[in-house]
């Protein structure tokens, strides 16, 4: 079947603007994850969905940061005014459901580039 | 937030070498999980250890998770190219009683050649 999908797989942007990033989970998966990658900050935790609803907002770095789920399937990622230190690799990960012994499926990722 | 501290950072070996890579903690985990990401695509997941003292086998990796859950180590056997990647060990930390998100370890990048 069809694993964890992103889009756009690159997106190179200017400094200031907004990106939306798109994530497309595993059909019938609850939970949903974002993460970013970057070099200096290795792989981290931003946000978390089960459902349409987001639990855990703690790792989002700035208020300029949103997400949101709808029809408990796809999820945006939005950067607002982005800066040059956005620029990372931003990956999404879905589960069957949101526990200590599910495994996360990730995808292949949106690569972010601010200029 | 609990930290996952990874060594070494980079290794580079040559094809038939035996290594280890290990994962450190201060604190406690209820599990950890390994996974191996290749370029242009996200972790994959290897293995997971929950038991404390616990040995698993994936052909020529070794995993195995320390007797007081706060360490973990991955020996692989005879390397070949294909294990070339970015090795992450990784544990779920709870938000509200559920494990809401995985914490990465900051990653161990090898390198086999022939």
């Given amino acids: 079947g069809a694993g964890v999908s992103q889009s756009p797989s690159n997106k190179v942007t200017e400094k200031g603007k907004d990106v939306e990033l798109r994530c497309d989970p595993i059909s019938g998966h609850t939970a949903l994850y974002w993460y970013r990658q970057s070099l200096g900050q290795g792989l981290e935790f931003l946000i978390y969905f089960q459902g ?64 | 937030t609990q930290l996952l501290e990874q060594s070494p950072q980079f290794l580079s070996i040559q094809e038939g070498e035996n290594l280890t890579v290990y994962c450190n903690s201060s604190s406690v985990f209820s599990s950890l999980q390994w996974y191996r990401q290749e370029p242009g695509e996200g972790p994959v997941l290897l293995v997971t250890v929950v038991t404390g003292g616990e040995v698993k086998k994936l052909k020529r990796l070794t995993f195995q998770f320390g007797d007081a859950r706060k360490d973990s180590s991955l020996h692989i056997t005879a390397a070949q190219p294909g294990d070339t990647g970015l090795y992450l060990c990784a544990g779920p930390e709870m938000f509200a009683g559920t494990a809401s998100k995985l914490t990465f370890g900051t990653g161990t990048r090898l390198q086999v050649t022939l």
């Fill in chain 1, 52 to 115: 349409n609803s987001a639990p855990d907002k703690s790792g989002l770095p700035s208020d300029r940061f949103s997400a949101e789920r709808t029809g408990g399937s796809v999820s945006t990622l939005t950067i607002q005014r982005t800066q040059q230190e956005d620029s990372a690799v931003y990956l999404c990960a879905s589960s069957l459901i949101a526990g200590a012994g599910d495994t996360q499926y990730f995808g292949p990722g949106t690569r972010l580039t601010v200029l």
